[in-house]
């Protein structure tokens, strides 16, 4: 099958589940990259590999027709931020992973909310593309249980590696699955996370603290510690009776710091200075 793949490393192993299964890419589509958060250098550097067209613009109509021309028969979308619209007019399947089990958790990035939320379960879809996002007809997704202490950076490798899955079923099977598409029906549109919400409220729980530490990982929860601004990707704590103000520094050992919450106390052990310029990781 002749395929085009637009997207990034963030799903960038559906790329190569598809190509290890025979499919044959032609083109690469995907978009600039901050090499902080997001990245696209293993994808990029593949595709010059396979000596493939790399192109890091919108995908436009003319495009679209140029692929036709070229015999590509499936265009696949993983993390590609613009809408692809007509598609249908030149290749026979299009198709989105989205890192949520549709049709819950639409919107572009819906991983820190999954922890923030404390939902039990999660999933990966991979379902037909529409002219809205994350609304099309799923062709194959795949569940799994959340642990109490999920971290973004497990559930993103867990989505991973859902997305991989389904790329060998999609990859062995298509046409069928694409005829059995179920339509999703009404759902939830998450949007994207804003500075507040990745920032730390010390007036909360210990455990509230640590949840939104974990929800955000390496790319890092925002945090005010006395005057200070930090990111933080990783801490722990303990709840204990105290008199302190929440957010006041207590106690400091080399880049440690242990931080006064409503309900105790947390331990930064991971965490970097403010730096003011565009916001970080949302």
């Known amino acids: 099958m002749r395929f085009a793949f637009a997207g990034i490393d963030f799903l960038g192993d559906?790329?190569?589940?598809?190509?290890?299964?025979?499919?044959?890419?032609?083109?690469?589509?995907?978009?600039?990259?901050?090499?902080?958060?997001?990245f696209n250098d293993v994808t990029v550097a593949r595709a010059r590999a396979l000596r493939l067209p790399i192109q890091m613009?919108?995908?436009?109509?003319?495009?679209?027709?140029?692929l036709k021309a070229s015999g590509c028969r499936v265009l696949v979308v993983a993390g590609y931020p613009w809408l692809i619209r007509g598609w249908?007019?030149?290749?026979p399947y299009a198709l989105n992973f989205h890192p949520s089990p549709?049709?819950?958790?639409?919107?572009?990035?819906p991983l820190f909310k999954a922890i923030l939320d404390e939902v039990p379960e999660w999933g990966v879809t991979a379902?037909?593309?529409?002219?809205?996002?994350?609304?099309?007809?799923?062709?194959?997704?795949?569940?799994?249980?959340l642990s109490p202490q999920e971290?973004?950076?497990?559930?993103?490798?867990?989505?991973?590696?859902?997305?991989?899955?389904?790329?060998?079923?999609?990859?062995?099977?298509?046409?069928?699955?694409?005829?059995?598409?179920?339509?999703?029906?009404?759902?939830?549109?998450?949007?994207?996370?804003?500075?507040?919400?990745?920032?730390?409220?010390?007036?909360?729980?210990?455990?509230?603290?640590?949840?939104?530490?974990?929800?955000?990982?390496?790319?890092?929860?925002?945090?005010?510690?006395?005057?200070?601004?930090?990111?933080?990707?990783?801490?722990?704590?303990?709840?204990?009776s105290h008199g302190h103000r929440p957010g006041a520094l207590i106690h400091k050992h080399r880049k440690h710091m242990v931080v006064a919450a409503r309900d105790g106390f947390v331990q930064i052990t991971g965490w970097s200075p403010y730096a003011p310029g565009p916001a970080r990781g949302t």
């Open 14 to 38: 559906v790329f190569e589940t598809l190509i290890a299964k025979g499919w044959q890419p032609v083109k690469l589509f995907s978009r600039p990259c901050d090499s902080i958060y997001d």
């Open 57 to 66: 613009t919108r995908i436009t109509p003319a495009d679209l027709a140029a």
């Open 88 to 91: 249908e007019q030149h290749v």
């Open 102 to 109: 549709l049709p819950s958790g639409r919107g572009p990035y």
């Open 127 to 145: 379902h037909a593309l529409e002219p809205a996002f994350d609304t099309g007809p799923i062709l194959a997704q795949k569940h799994f249980a």
């Open 151 to 240: 971290t973004h950076d497990t559930l993103l490798a867990r989505c991973q590696m859902a997305a991989k899955e389904i790329a060998g079923q999609l990859a062995e099977d298509l046409p069928r699955l694409w005829e059995e598409a179920k339509p999703q029906g009404p759902g939830t549109y998450w949007p994207r996370i804003t500075q507040a919400d990745r920032t730390i409220d010390w007036t909360e729980s210990v455990e509230d603290i640590l949840r939104t530490v974990r929800a955000f990982g390496s790319i890092e929860a925002f945090a005010q510690v006395d005057s200070r601004y930090v990111y933080v990707w990783e801490a722990s704590g303990w709840q204990e």
